[in-house]
C-alpha cells in the first residue's frame, strides 16, 4: 500500500512524528465485527490484534489496550487501581476524549491525554495489529512503539 493509498489520521502523524515504522491495513469495517473480524479479513491470529478501549476509573477516562480474543476483568483492574468502578466509557463521551469514532479508536494521537493500562503479554509479541484511527484502518507496528504512551503495564486479562 503506498503512502497515499491510506488515511491519514492523527494517530498516523503521531506515528511518523515519533519515526514508528508501520504497516497499513484497510479491510470493510463491519458493525459489531470486532477484533475477529480483523483478524479474519487480514488472515492473522487475534491474539495480535489489539482493542483499545476507553474505560472510566471512578469517572475518570483511561485507556486499556487488550488482546483482541482476551475481556478485561474490570474487577481486577479496579482493585490494581484502587478505585471503586472501572467501566467503558459512553460511545459518546469516548469520541469526546479521544477525537476518534467508536470502531475506529487508536491509543497515539488522542484529543485528551490519558493513562494507559497495557496487559503485559502484549509487549511479548513479535508484532501488533492496532487501529490506525479510524474504522478499518489497522497498522502493524512492534509492540515497543507502545512505549511511547503514558502506560502501566497490567495483567487483567480473563
Known amino acids: 500500500m503506498s503512502q497515499k493509498d491510506y488515511p491519514v489520521t492523527p494517530a498516523i ?14 479491510y ?7 477484533t475477529r473480524q480483523t ?6 491470529d ?11 476509573a471512578d469517572g475518570e477516562p483511561i485507556v486499556v489496550l487488550m488482546h483482541g480474543d482476551r475481556e478485561v476483568s474490570t474487577k ?4 490494581l487501581l484502587g478505585v471503586k468502578k472501572v467501566e467503558p466509557a459512553k460511545a459518546e463521551n469516548a469520541a ?8 475506529g479508536t487508536s491509543p497515539f ?5 490519558m493513562k494507559t493500562y497495557l496487559e503485559e503479554s502484549i509487549m511479548t509479541l513479535d508484532y501488533i495489529y492496532i487501529n490506525g484511527g479510524k474504522r478499518g484502518f489497522i497498522v502493524k507496528i512492534s509492540p515497543d512503539a507502545l512505549k ?4 502501566e503495564l497490567v495483567s487483567v486479562a480473563i
Open 76 to 79: 481486577n483492574l479496579a482493585r
Open 148 to 151: 511511547l504512551l503514558d502506560y
Open 28 to 34: 470493510e469495517y463491519q458493525e459489531k465485527g470486532g
Open 96 to 103: 469526546k476524549y479521544t477525537g476518534y469514532l467508536f470502531g
Open 109 to 113: 494521537g488522542t484529543k485528551r491525554k
Open 46 to 56: 487475534e491474539h495480535n490484534v489489539i482493542k483499545t478501549l476507553i474505560m472510566e
Open 13 to 26: 502523524r503521531f506515528l511518523r512524528e515519533n519515526k514508528i515504522e508501520f504497516e497499513p491495513f484497510e
Open 39 to 44: 483478524a479474519e479479513e487480514l488472515k492473522v
